[in-house]
């Protein structure tokens, strides 16, 4: 075991050298940079800018390293816990993402619960009931989750609540009221009576996935031997199912589960500016906009350590729930 966690740990990190340099070099791709913008939104303005004030502005962006410069600054910045400042809003990036990224892992996790909670009693159901209507009822409902996205839905159900709600405020994780009000047991509650939506139209794609996941996989498992051995020695199906096959059925749940946090964070960036929820989708949007380094590259590798952690520790989680997988095998 020790064995298989240091070849992943260093895995993990050549992984993640790779995502950065990736990274910093997709930022950099879009012609110009920050200052650049900057400038044309200060002509814009009517504000002249000479050669000399751009030339300052750019020392002091740090622009007028080279690209391998800017790169090893922000990198080795970075490992030691310096995320830079954000060109945009001259804030240290880590204020601007510590003040959201609390609410986006919750939200996250909460969608995960939902999905998996949702997903695996669906797939058992649909699984034990091959081919029936009920089955033909959750494929059916499945496919429409996969087919829309979930901006599209934010959309449609956004127009529908102001519809309804005849102009009341809609969107957001918090009334008014308590948008800046410091935390207490009543913004709790009032960020759990916002969050049921956000949490269903972002978990509606992965609980259609995951219930055709577990569906196939249990179907796959129902035809193997050792079920029809535990249903001939008189085992009832649903005994046989529950206490056998499942375990068997829930290695490839286990497998994928390692993707889906950073995968829900980030299918939850376009319903998060649709309905102005204050996570990290809407200020990685701007800062992918205008060209803010510092901040873009943050969120990324932020989505980035969450993929490879997940990874390492559904790897984990998959050697140790099933005795038939070593960790030799779980670590190819």
Do not use: C
Not at 8 to 37: C, E, K, N, Y
Not at 130 to 153: E, R, V
Not at 294 to 301: C, F, I, K, N, R
Not at 305 to 331: C, T
């Amino acid at each position: 075991m020790l064995a298989f966690v240091i070849r992943r740990l260093i895995q993990m990190m050549f992984t993640l050298w790779i995502i950065s340099i990736i990274t910093f070099v997709a930022i950099q791709l879009p012609p110009g940079d920050f200052l650049t913008r900057k400038i044309q939104l200060l002509e814009q303005r009517g504000t002249q800018v000479n050669l000399e004030t751009a030339q300052r502005l750019r020392s002091h962006y740090g622009l007028d390293k080279s690209y391998v410069e800017q790169y090893w600054l922000w990198i080795s910045r970075f490992v030691q816990g310096d995320l830079g400042q954000s060109f945009e809003h001259e804030r240290p990036v880590r204020d601007l993402i510590g003040e959201r990224l609390a609410l986006t892992v919750g939200l996250g996790l909460a969608v995960l619960a939902f999905a998996w909670l949702t997903a695996v009693p669906l797939g058992i159901f649909a699984a034990m009931r091959k081919y029936t209507w009920p089955d033909h009822i959750l494929t059916f409902m499945g496919f429409i989750g996969l087919a829309t996205p979930s901006f599209l839905l934010a959309l449609i159900v956004l127009v529908i609540l102001v519809f309804y709600t005849r102009g009341a405020t809609v969107g957001g994780l918090f009334s008014p009221e308590y948008r800046d009000a410091p935390w207490g047991l009543q913004k709790f509650l009032d960020l759990l009576r916002h969050a049921w939506l956000p949490v269903l139209l972002v978990g509606s794609s992965g609980t259609a996935t995951l219930m055709r996941i577990m569906r196939s996989s249990l179907l796959n498992v129902l035809g193997q031997e050792f079920v029809m051995a535990a249903r001939a020695r008189g085992f009832s199906r649903r005994r046989v199912v529950l206490k056998h096959a499942l375990k068997v059925a829930l290695n490839p749940m286990i497998s994928i589960a390692g993707m889906q946090l950073p995968e829900i964070i980030g299918g939850e960036i376009l319903v998060a500016v649709v309905l102005n929820l204050p996570t990290t989708g809407p200020l990685f949007i701007q800062a992918l906009r205008q060209q803010d380094m510092y901040l873009a590259g943050a969120l990324l590798m932020f989505m980035a350590i969450l993929l490879v952690v997940g990874n390492f520790l559904a790897d984990l989680a998959l050697a140790l729930s099933d005795p038939r997988i070593s960790f030799g095998e779980a670590g190819r």
